[in-house]
Structure formats: structure tokens, C-alpha cells
């Protein structure tokens, strides 16, 4: 079992930023790579930003690239996500995934 818990969602205006973090906890050895997803009302959940657990290879959707950073820091098993120059279609619930494992995720409204 794995055991994943986001934080730092938030209001913020157009241009600003913020940073998640997705703290995990349990076999975490067992995962090879730490993705954030997000849910917009209505919408489908969409892939935003992976990280690879050893070789800390990164993947970005389209959408967030030169915006938004995915970091690790191994001894806090803990993943972030930089969040810069948003925009009110980053607005959704951000989600920490870890290979089968989900976590609860946490809001980010971004105000026009």
C-alpha cells in the first residue's frame, strides 16, 4: 500500500503561482514514477506532469510546459508541482498519483 497526500492547492490571480506538494508514504519503493493529474468540473481527467523515481526523467502535457515544474525530494518522499504564469483553465482538482495509488487531491482556482 502506498499512501498519498496532496496539499497546497489555493486561490490565486491569473499570473500567479503556486506550489503542491504530494507527500507519500508506505512501499514507496514499489513506484517508478509520481504523476500529477487534474480534473477540471465537467472535464476528464488529463495527465499535467510525471516524474521517473530513479533517473528523475520528467514528462509535461502541452498545456503546462514552461509553466509548470515536477521536483522530487527523495529522503521527504515527497513531489512537487510549480505552478507559474497560471491561468483560470488551470482551475481543478490536482491529483497525486503513484503508480495504482491515488490521492485525495486538492482545489486550485485561478481568478481571471
Known amino acids: 500500500q502506498v499512501q498519498l497526500v496532496e496539499s497546497g492547492g489555493g486561490l490565486v490571480q491569473a499570473g500567479g503561482s503556486l506550489r503542491l506538494s504530494c507527500a507519500a508514504s508506505?512501499?514507496?519503493?514499489?513506484?517508478?514514477?509520481m504523476d500529477w493529474y487534474r480534473q477540471a468540473p465537467g472535464k476528464e481527467r488529463e495527465f499535467v506532469a510525471s516524474?521517473?523515481?530513479?533517473?528523475?526523467?520528467?514528462s509535461y502535457a502541452d498545456s503546462v510546459k514552461g509553466r509548470f515544474t515536477i521536483s522530487r525530494d527523495a529522503a521527504k518522499n515527497t513531489v512537487y508541482l510549480q505552478m507559474n504564469s497560471l491561468k483560470p483553465e488551470d482551475t481543478a482538482i490536482y491529483y497525486c498519483?503513484?503508480?495504482?495509488?491515488w490521492g485525495q487531491g486538492t482545489q486550485v482556482t485561478v481568478s481571471s
Open positions: 498519483r503513484g503508480g495504482s495509488y
Open positions: 508506505g512501499r514507496t519503493f514499489s513506484v517508478n514514477r
Open positions: 516524474i521517473a523515481s530513479i533517473t528523475s526523467y520528467t
